[in-house]
């Protein structure tokens, strides 16, 4: 199939770590489900719309994610993510809902 494009509908199960290796989020954390949002639509961060333009349906790919596409000098999470922190992400999309605009 296609890569997802803007205004589609993606479901991803995930992990994400900081470069130490310490989990700051997964889907395990959320009963297994995966974070679903809207492509282009601004609801994650930035690094994580461009990695999801490049996967396909049921497959897996690391991501590594700069501290200017992820949560910047602000860090995230009540200080589980610090600032200007880099991220790694594993993610897997389980679903794609194409947008009937695209």
């Known amino acids: ?7 589609d509908q993606v479901s991803i199960l995930y992990i994400g770590k900081l470069t130490d290796g ?3 989020d997964s889907s395990e954390f ?14 994650v961060i930035k ?3 461009l990695a ?5 349906l049921n497959k897996s790919m690391i991501v590594e994610i700069p501290s200017k596409l992820g949560y910047g000098i602000k ?3 009540n200080g589980k993510i610090p600032p200007n922190s880099n991220l790694i992400f594993k993610m897997t999309m389980t679903n ?3 947008s009937q605009h695209t």
């Open 96 to 98: 794609i809902i194409r």
């Open 75 to 77: 860090g995230a999470g």
């Open 52 to 56: 999801v333009r490049k996967m396909r």
């Open 22 to 24: 310490t989990v700051f």
């Open 1 to 7: 199939g296609r890569l997802p494009k803007d205004g």
């Open 47 to 49: 690094g994580w719309d």
């Open 30 to 43: 959320h009963n297994n489900q995966p974070f679903t949002f809207t492509v282009g639509g601004g609801g």
